[in-house]
């Protein structure tokens, strides 16, 4: 099958960017240096195009039932301009998706979910709207037409404001401003996922090549750096996000996923009778290796010759010059400052647990 | 005068007498990207041509070395393995992982030259 193409796709070919298959994506894994895109992120800024993620708008009188009964946090609590980290349940209580939900006002919400998952939640909720009595709710899926860029990182506001104006400096984290440039309706977000300060952009994807030309231009003298996907995941992991298909799935509970944060107990929701009522057996951690060595998904955890647990993500963090990753644990090993023993290709190496998040920002 | 070979899988090994330097070829570090992590043999292991003797990882991937020749290691570069961003910067100079006692003299004639290389290594990447 041919891989799609986001409307960037040229722009990442002239500047030499690597390009893989990311979930049936043709996107860049890197420019020219994983390791040196992940550093500017954190000193400079960065530039990504996340055009691959999907864009699925809940509109009508039931959205906000209908979204609440879906998912463990509390959308009622978000204002017109706000977005809220969330997940999708299914009924046993696991994580169909995690996403962000954008109060658009006027009974609308944009849900900005995975790639990988774009087509299954879509579906998902399409049967779920089939299942419900709600009759007031449209389910719009503008995955297609829709681009975002994603510009991270210390100096981004700099760059932004040179573009947008000096008024976008003051929204705040986690909220967004749809506005007109230059005639084109646009979604602009303090938010990001990399753990730095950063903005994400929704353009329709006709104007996106203009929206990147225009950031390339002015991060120029801010230092900007095109960043691939292989940095974003770096960044990911330092900022202890999870990722789905690494530290979550179908089967993750939220709880052991230590997602306890979003999962609200006043509300009712699909699942949570699942939830609280099965026994945590294990639980997410990150881990800084003793030695030089990756741990990648999949590789078994040992203490004392015993499986406890197995790695969900792993690289080099070239902003701590440490190897990190994350993992899940049995609950009674999960503690901070544990060592414990990861076997990498018939070998054990020593590693540490941490609290996952590894650059201690927000 | 040393001779330059390449391997099909990329590795390349300076014959000078019976002594052959191996390394990985400046394609094969472009396409693995940042070198974080080399694992070697140790001195005295006996290695065959086309056998894995270490692995090296990039932040993508861990991909296998292969011995380009039959012999014994003689001796390792000890300072790559804490300086591994050398493959990349240096992939035939101080990039080089492991000297060895070439075994068979009639061997290296199998490698490629780096003229074929190139011209093989370039259709690879198409």
């Known amino acids: 099958m041919e891989l799609l193409k986001t409307p960037l796709y040229e722009k990442h070919v002239d ?11 043709a996107l860049p894994v890197e420019y020219s240096s994983i390791l040196k895109e992940a550093k500017a992120v954190r000193s400079t800024c960065g530039l990504f195009d996340a055009s691959h993620m999907g864009e699925i708008y809940v509109k009508g009188k039931d959205a906000l039932t209908f979204l609440q009964s879906l998912t463990p946090n509390d959308i009622s609590i978000t204002k017109k301009g706000q977005l809220q980290y969330n997940l999708f349940l299914n009924d046993k209580g696991g994580i169909v998706d995690d996403l962000m939900i954008y109060n658009l006002g006027e009974n609308n919400f944009l849900c900005v979910v995975n790639a990988s998952n774009t087509d299954k939640v879509y579906n998902w909720l399409k049967t779920k709207k089939q299942e419900s009595k709600y009759a007031n709710l449209e389910i719009i899926n503008e995955s297609g037409s829709t681009s975002l860029l994603s510009l991270q990182g210390p100096r981004a506001v700099f760059v932004m404001e040179k573009i947008f104006g000096a008024g976008i400096k003051n929204l705040k984290y ?15 977000s303090r938010s990001g996922y990399t753990g730095e300060d950063g903005f994400e952009i929704y353009c329709n994807n006709a104007f996106a ?3 990147w030309d225009l950031i390339l231009k002015y991060g120029k003298e801010e230092g900007l750096v095109l960043s691939g996907l292989g940095a974003r995941d770096v ?12 530290e979550i799935n179908d089967e993750t509970n939220p709880l052991e996923a230590s997602l306890g944060w979003v999962t609200k107990i006043k509300k009712d929701f699909i699942g949570k009778e699942k939830i609280n009522n099965k026994r945590i057996m294990r639980k997410r951690v990150g881990f800084v290796m003793e030695e030089r060595a990756i741990a990648r998904q999949g590789y078994p955890i040992l203490a004392s010759g015993k499986i406890i647990g197995e790695v969900t993500s792993g690289t080099y963090s070239p902003n701590l010059n440490q190897f990190i990753g994350m993992a899940y644990i049995e609950s009674a090993f999960s503690a901070v400052g544990h060592f ?4 990498i290709r018939d070998k054990f190496y020593k590693a540490k647990i941490t609290n996952f998040n590894f650059i201690g920002k927000k | 005068m040393a001779t330059l070979k390449f391997s099909k899988t990329h590795e390349w090994a300076k014959i000078d007498a019976n002594i052959a330097v191996i390394g990985i070829s400046d394609h094969a570090q472009k396409a693995l990207g940042d070198i974080v992590f080399i694992e070697l043999p140790k001195i005295g292991a006996k290695l065959k041509a086309n056998a894995q003797f270490g692995t090296i990882e990039s932040t993508k991937a861990a991909s296998e070395l292969y011995s380009p020749l039959s012999g014994e290691v003689t001796e390792i570069n000890k300072e790559l393995l804490n300086n591994p961003q050398w493959v990349n910067e240096s992939p035939f100079e101080r990039g080089w992982m492991i000297k060895i006692k070439v075994e068979n003299s009639n061997e290296p004639s199998s490698l490629m030259d780096e003229a074929v290389y190139k011209e093989f290594a370039a259709k690879e990447a198409h």
Do not use: C
């Open chain 1, 235 to 246: 960044l990911r992991i330092e900022a202890g996000y999870p990722l789905y298909g690494h």
């Open chain 1, 209 to 211: 090549p203009l929206v």
């Open chain 1, 15 to 25: 500047n030499n960017a690597h390009i893989v298959d990311f979930s049936g994506w």
């Open chain 1, 174 to 188: 986690m909220r967004f401003t749809e506005l007109s440039f230059k005639n084109k309706q646009i979604i602009i």
């Open chain 1, 340 to 343: 414990v023993d990861i076997k």
